[in-house]
């Protein structure tokens, strides 16, 4: 069992940047891969972006790519979104989820455990 607990949401302007944190549960977090989702108003949940286990390969969605860096500290058993030039169509909730020896999926099918999410509002 894995518990992940999001937190860094908050109001920001156009342009300006967030970090999003994921505090997963378990003594096992290298052996996840971890996504970030995210789910605007009236919309469906989309990928965002996505680290596998070991080597760390990242993978992004093609509306966050060069402004959205995903990264994983597995001696801290976190993983961080940082969001730079953020836009106010970037507002959304935002959830980590942990699949267990994935490549970095953009499917939610991949991913077992899901955080409660954390609200993230660009304002223009």
């Known amino acids: 069992q894995v518990q992940l607990v999001e937190s860094g949401g908050g109001l920001v302007q156009a342009g300006g940047s967030l970090r999003l944190s994921c505090a997963a549960s378990?003594?096992?977090?290298?052996?996840?891969?971890m996504g970030w989702f995210r789910r605007a108003p009236g919309k469906e949940r989309e990928f965002a972006a996505a680290?596998?286990?070991?080597?760390?390969?990242?993978y992004y969605a093609d509306s966050v790519k060069g402004r959205f860096t995903i990264s994983r500290d597995n001696a801290k058993n976190t993983v961080y979104l940082q969001m730079n030039s953020l836009k106010p169509e970037d507002t959304a909730v935002y959830y980590c989820a942990a699949g267990y020896r994935g490549g970095g999926s953009s499917s939610s099918y991949a991913y077992e455990y899901w955080g409660q999410g954390t609200q993230v509002t660009v304002s223009s």
């Open positions: 680290i596998s286990w070991g080597i760390g390969r990242t």
């Open positions: 378990g003594r096992t977090f290298s052996s996840y891969a």
